[in-house]
């Protein structure tokens, strides 16, 4: 029986050991917090971090592992390359890993190869960040390089914001590394997803729309909604795009966690891409939507297995994914459901009990639970998810 480690065992980490499990193989679950709910579907489970490169490499010899994992973390990828590269497992190029995982790096990497990207400065204090934005004279994004979940983000229009901005975004970066970039208006929808290589070559390019609760962050993604509403020719050019940055990183295999948009000129940006499979039941929604089951294919992948037949499918159904979360901070006494939607809910899990504490929703980690929502039609999909308030609202007190 082969053996696969998992870095990693949150929530949205239980898709990925659970789809090892379906296929047989020997799961072993790592990171440093042990009420993790995915550890309870691994065969085995350490308590070590899975930033801690040396000593997972040293688990991952002992245990004499077939291949390893970071689905859905950017802060684990590079620990899952570190190690594969060492024990000759399969795995894509840890320097690229690297540049993928790190803000500052990749955007680097994208004006070296002449890649449309946002003006862009490495920031060390308030006072450059200031000089930036008056430089510009619009609005600028203040961003932790290494942090995920949109943690540290904000959006600075004047100065009076950006020592808060800063002082954000220093609070989520581990690194202690923040950038600060141009503010650029999306024509329509933010776009998000997971494309997945096989042998270098993006064989599936799953799109969805990025959702945002405006009365709350509107910097913080709430959901994605399957399909995407984007034109074949803008589908085209980003696919192509992006592919011409996996063959530049000589990236090979597995999955790939897309952010992009198109600006108000019809100008691709690129704003990230994971090297790994998406958050948010992102792989959930497409398994739901389209069939393919892509937690099944990272795990093939990541022991070395053919996944030569994954090829793409046509959507059948309308699928979200949404990030339950309150919009003001308080005490957690139930979920409100209006307008029929409780009946479209095809998966509901909550991650707090009634009397638990809540924070408002101002980036990713004070998400407090997550649900899949299955629509008649792109149009009735569209118009809940840019209306959530109306549908869905966590009640505190």
């Known amino acids: 029986m082969k053996k696969i480690m998992s870095l990693g065992g949150n929530y949205y980490q239980m898709t ?3 789809a090892a499990k379906r296929l047989g193989y020997h799961v072993i679950d790592v990171d440093y917090l042990p009420d993790n709910p995915a550890h309870k579907y691994a065969d085995e489970y350490y308590n070590i971090s899975t930033l801690d490169k040396k000593a997972v490499l040293e688990l991952a010899r002992k245990l004499q592992i077939d291949g390893i994992m970071s689905y859905g973390s950017d802060v684990s990828a590079p620990t899952a390359a570190y190690v594969a590269e ?3 497992l399969p795995t894509n190029p840890l320097t690229s890993v690297e540049i993928l995982t790190r803000k500052d ?8 190869n002449d890649f449309r990207v946002p003006k862009s400065m490495d920031i060390i204090d308030v006072k450059e960040a200031k000089d930036f934005l008056c430089e510009l004279g619009r609005p600028i994004m203040i961003k932790p390089v290494d942090a995920s979940g949109s943690k540290g983000v904000s959006k600075v229009i004047s100065i009076g914001e950006v020592e808060d901005a800063f002082r954000e975004a220093k609070s989520y970066s581990k690194c202690g590394n923040i950038i600060a970039e141009e503010f650029v208006q999306r024509s329509n929808y933010q776009i998000a997803g997971d494309a997945f290589l096989v042998d270098g070559e993006i064989r599936i390019f799953g799109l969805a729309n990025e959702h945002f609760d405006r009365l709350c962050n509107p910097l913080v993604p709430i959901g994605e909604s399957f399909p995407a509403k984007i034109s074949t020719k803008k589908t085209e050019i980003a696919r192509s795009e992006i592919q011409r ?3 530049l990183l000589n990236m090979k295999q597995g999955a790939i966690n897309l952010d992009f948009m198109f600006d108000e000129n019809g100008e691709l940006f690129i704003l990230e891409l994971g090297p790994r499979n998406g958050g948010n039941l992102i792989t959930d929604a497409i398994k739901e939507a389209c069939g393919v089951d892509l937690g099944e294919y990272t795990v093939k992948a990541a022991v070395g297995e053919n996944i030569s037949d994954l090829m793409e499918k046509p959507y059948h159904n309308f699928i979200t994914s949404y990030v ?3 919009q003001k901070s308080g005490n957690f006494t139930g979920l409100k459901y209006s307008n029929g939607i409780q009946s479209k809910i095809i998966r ?3 991650f ?4 638990d504490h809540v924070e408002r929703f101002n980036n990713g980690g004070f998400g407090i639970g997550a649900m899949l929502i299955k629509f008649d039609s792109q149009e009735e999909m569209m118009q809940t998810m840019d209306h959530m308030e109306d549908f869905i609202t966590v009640c505190v007190e």
């Open 105 to 112: 790096r990749f955007r680097d990497f994208l004006k070296e």
């Open 245 to 247: 940055v996996m063959s």
């Open 348 to 350: 509901n899990d909550l």
């Open 324 to 326: 339950i979360h309150s």
């Open 16 to 18: 990925a050991v659970k």
């Open 352 to 355: 707090i009990s009634p009397g």
């Open 86 to 88: 060492i024990l000759g």
